[in-house]
């Protein structure tokens, strides 16, 4: 078994920083379980054009708001405490934080290797 905390994983270079959010990955390929596991903060008052090409993901909302628009038609869906995503479309979405920080948790499927970046259209290439 493995056990981390997610205050370990912050001090740690599992903890990876962006101008619109901070993610730790406290859970990634190398522990062979199939998925990644990310605790994601979403800035207040930012937007974030995101386009998982490669992979499936879930994500929680366990404080703060904001909302997802997902490009392909334009849908607008609030995000509170208590609201799952699901990208099971790999819909390309802009994600906004609203007018407080946005606390996530974060599910991939492949798992990223904790490598990954954005590239410009808010992609993560395939491991
Ligand atoms: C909210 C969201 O899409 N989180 C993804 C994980 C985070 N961007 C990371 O760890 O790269």
Redesign the pocket.
Known sequence: MIVRTLKDCENSERR?ASEN?E?T?MLLKDDNMGFSF?I?T?YANTETH?H?KNHL?S?YCMSGNGEIETLADGKVYPIEAGTLYILDQHDEHL?RGGSEDMK?A?V?NPP?SGQ?V?DKDGV?PLD
């Open positions: 990876v959010w993610s990955r990310h994601t979403i995101i998982y993901e994500v994600l996530m974060c991939f990223l990954e954005h993560y």
